[in-house]
């Protein structure tokens, strides 16, 4: 499991950095300062759970001087704080990835609540039920039967 966990680590590290690198080759760092931040913090992340995975496999030998695991896992931290702190590329990618959203109308639900949802489509609707009684009585019949839902 261990192995296998590491392994998805870094293929997706891997991956991250080839299309960072990519975005950068093909715009400009700008354009792909979101996922350089996402590569800062990633990287310092993988390099501690594989390396405490690989400790881990070996047990004591890993801890030892014999195998450069221990150095590897140690540095981690370090590494994590080299092109600063993790929760300053956290903040910026957080600030970059919701810059492209709007804010919710709703001023204290999400824009996909529900019930909310569901008042605009039956007001969105309701000239057609006005216009057909049949209907009307078929969407109060799904509503009764979802009401539980609320």
Do not use: C
């Given at each position: 499991?261990?192995?296998?966990?590491?392994?998805?680590?870094?293929?997706?590290?891997?991956?991250?950095?080839?299309?960072t690198?990519?975005?950068?080759d093909?715009?400009?760092?700008?354009?792909?300062?979101?996922?350089?931040?996402t590569?800062?913090?990633?990287?310092?992340?993988?390099?501690?759970?594989?390396?405490?995975?690989?400790?881990?496999?070996?047990?004591?030998?890993?801890?030892?001087?014999?195998?450069?695991?221990?150095?590897?896992?140690?540095?981690?931290?370090?590494?994590?704080?080299a092109?600063?702190?993790?929760?300053?590329?956290?903040?910026?990618?957080?600030?970059?990835?919701?810059?492209?959203?709007?804010?919710?109308?709703?001023?204290?639900?999400?824009?996909?609540?529900?019930?909310?949802?569901?008042?605009?489509a039956?007001?969105?609707?309701?000239?057609k039920?006005?216009?057909?009684p049949?209907?009307?009585?078929?969407a109060?019949?799904?509503?009764?039967?979802?009401?539980?839902?609320?």
């Amino acid at each position: 499991e261990k192995i296998a966990d590491s392994y998805a680590a870094i293929r997706m590290l891997r991956l991250l950095v080839l299309e960072t690198a990519w975005k950068i080759d093909n715009s400009s760092t700008k354009e792909a300062r979101t996922d350089i931040a996402t590569v800062k913090f990633t990287m310092a992340k993988v390099l501690q759970e594989v390396s405490f995975n690989a400790l881990h496999i070996l047990g004591s030998l890993g801890t030892t001087d014999l195998t450069p695991l221990q150095a590897m896992y140690a540095s981690a931290p370090t590494m994590g704080l080299a092109d600063g702190a993790d929760e300053v590329h956290k903040a910026t990618v957080a600030r970059r990835v919701l810059r492209d959203y709007k804010p919710q109308v709703h001023p204290y639900w999400p824009s996909e609540y529900i019930p909310a949802k569901r008042e605009a489509a039956w007001a969105k609707f309701e000239p057609k039920f006005e216009a057909d009684p049949q209907l009307r009585e078929s969407a109060e019949a799904y509503k009764k039967y979802f009401a539980w839902r609320r």
